[in-house]
């Protein structure tokens, strides 16, 4: 799949409110074509300086865009990650086996809710990874369709310039998301009963039909794709993502209408 189907399709497939967050790709290739199909005699003319002013213009206004964006979001993460470790040790202090006020029905009810939140909150991070991926691929590809038609020499000095920017640095976020799933670990042990967990995978499957999980499951897909070693990976190509099949295959479960039986 070329470059921007893939971009056009990511965007219908995020969060409403971050379609317009993405590089804006087709922008960026009308500029290329109108600088590539200047005539050799007009490459010192005004014009074509003009056109070459405006593309990096527009590259640096999208790395703001993109920085601005993806702190913004980072800040929200960082807020609500810690907002649930509070919410669930007050479910456990005050209706858990040895809490203030210990209640089966009242604990169980309050930890379905933590789940369904648990559930969305980590596949938002998982989509802002996924964002930071396909933004930064985006402006490797642009780059490189700007030096090949152009013959500049932009995308080495650029890309250098991209990877220390805050929307590529993206550790922080792989870290909340690990936490995020041991605390899934945490609250909801292996050692439950069977019954309760079964209850519970279909209750995440109910959250995936409802919520962004869906979405999520095509964002995993994705980063497997785009950042996968092939014939044509290069050192301005994003590592491999080796992501472990038992993980695609059980967010692809949980995304099926199938009930667990």
């Not at 409403?16 to 010192?44: C, E, H, N, Q, T």
């Not at 960082?78 to 649930?84: A, D, N």
């Not at 292996?190 to 995936?208: D, H």
């Amino acid at each position: 799949m070329k470059f921007g189907k893939r971009l056009k399709q990511q965007i219908q497939e995020t969060l409403p409110g971050w379609r317009d967050k993405f590089l804006s790709y087709k922008d960026l290739k009308k500029l290329v074509k109108l600088i590539s199909s200047a005539s050799p005699m007009m490459s010192g003319s005004l014009e074509y300086g003009k056109a070459e002013a405006e593309f990096v213009y527009l590259l640096n206004n999208e790395i703001d865009k993109f920085n601005a964006f993806f702190m913004e979001q980072e800040e929200d993460f960082i807020i609500r990650h810690k907002e649930l470790q509070q919410r669930i040790g007050k479910v456990i202090d005050t209706w858990g086996s040895n809490g203030s006020q210990p209640s089966e029905t009242d604990y169980k009810e309050e930890m379905a809710m933590i789940r369904k939140y648990i559930v969305d909150f980590h596949g938002e991070m998982v989509l802002l990874m996924n964002y930071s991926n396909i933004n930064y691929t985006g402006l490797a590809k642009i780059l490189k369709k700007y030096d090949k038609r152009t013959g500049g020499l932009l995308r080495s000095p650029y890309i250098q310039k991209v990877l220390h920017q805050p929307f590529f640095t993206t550790d922080l976020i792989s870290k909340l998301v690990k936490e995020c799933e041991s605390t899934i670990d945490s609250v909801f042990p292996p050692c439950e009963e069977k019954t309760s967990n079964q209850l519970g995978e279909r209750e995440a499957i109910r959250v995936a039909g409802e919520g962004i999980f869906r979405n999520t499951v095509a964002a995993l897909l994705t980063m497997q794709e785009i950042r996968k070693g092939s014939s044509t990976y290069g050192r301005f190509s994003l590592p491999p993502l080796n992501l472990p099949e038992s993980d695609v295959t059980h967010s692809l479960q949980l995304n099926s209408p199938i009930a667990i039986p």
